[in-house]
């Protein structure tokens, strides 16, 4: 059992280091992917030197062995902006049933996130390793927080903040999920929002964001919209509980569902020391409409 909002460990006892992640299911076993921040904070500065992406794996998600670096800096192309001194954050992983490959989709940027691109790599096998193929900015238009979702007809999506992150953009990806085709639809136009999560429940989409505070905790809010490239409606703030309003101290990251049952993955930024941001993963419901993240001291949660 891990304490939500807590930095949590592998199973050999070491920090769990996948920020800003995802969780998927592949051949019944769960990978969990996230930003390598394990090195000491760059002095007088919030950011630390980028290492890589981790992968760990478990069978029950009641513990977590690490797999390694699925990415590492190390292996970068050459010319490429995945380096040590750069941004490469959020990262996703998609599988794509038709080309057999793990695809992974990340923000890459400069160190004062003026770049503002994403970066795509591939592999064999779900713990890497990941060969990068891409750098860019999708269809031309700049790109931070960013996530993945997968449509229940099958398309990918990059969900990604743009037009500096006053818009969110849906960039539909091609079909082995390795470029985008083209076609994109933007939502919540000048709301400001970043740190996209998405779920599809009973015909409706649902997003979660928060606002653009940096690593400082805002109030997440989630929208709604019949279809996904429809005109998407801010709803409420969906967390209850203890510091609802500051998203129990962290920041979205992900959803996944896991036996019938949805949940969302939260990041809680330790800006000054990075490399301790804790985690939680918390239920998230519908009911009548209305989407809510409820705090819970553990995860998974006590039997009550
Ligand atoms: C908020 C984003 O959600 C994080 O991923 C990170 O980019 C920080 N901003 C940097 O300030």
């Known amino acids: 059992m891990f304490e939500n909002g807590k930095m949590w460990a592998d199973d050999v006892g070491k920090p769990i280091q996948a920020h800003g992640g995802c969780i998927i299911q592949h051949d019944g076993m769960w990978y969990w992917y996230g930003e390598h921040k394990g090195a000491k904070n760059c002095p007088g500065t919030t950011r630390v030197d980028v290492i890589g992406i981790s992968c760990y794996s478990s069978k029950d998600m009641n ?16 010319g490429s902006l995945i380096q040590p001194e750069n941004v490469c954050e959020r990262p996703k ?31 064999d096998r779900p713990i890497g390793p990941f060969t990068v193929i891409r750098e860019m900015q999708p269809n031309r238009t700049d790109s931070r927080d960013m996530t993945l979702f997968k449509d229940v007809d099958g398309t990918a999506w990059l969900v990604h903040s743009s037009d500096w992150n006053k818009t969110l953009r849906l960039s539909r990806l091609t079909e082995d999920f390795t470029d985008v085709d083209g076609f994109y639809a933007s939502a ?56 609802y309003r500051r998203t129990f101290e962290g920041q979205s990251t992900y959803i996944f569902e896991k036996d019938g049952k949805t949940y969302l993955m939260l990041d809680h930024w330790k800006p000054k020391n990075l490399k301790n941001s804790g985690y939680s993963i918390l239920p998230v419901t519908v009911e009548n409409g209305i989407l809510t993240v ?11």
């Open 294 to 304: 409820k705090w819970q001291a553990t995860f998974p949660e006590q039997a009550s």
């Open 188 to 243: 919540l136009t000048d709301q400001t929002r970043e740190a996209p999560a998405l779920m599809y429940r009973d015909g409706k989409y649902y997003m979660i964001t928060s606002g653009c505070t940096g690593w400082q905790p805002n109030s997440a809010l989630y929208a709604e919209c019949d279809h996904l490239c429809g005109q998407w409606k801010l709803i409420d703030n969906p967390c209850e509980g203890d510091n």
């Open 93 to 123: 992983v998609l599988y794509n049933k038709k080309t057999g490959k793990f695809v992974m989709w990340m923000h890459l940027d400069t160190p004062n996130y003026t770049y503002a691109g994403v970066a795509v790599a591939v592999a």
């Open 63 to 78: 513990s977590w062995r690490y797999e390694g670096l699925a990415l590492d800096v190390k292996d970068s192309p050459k």
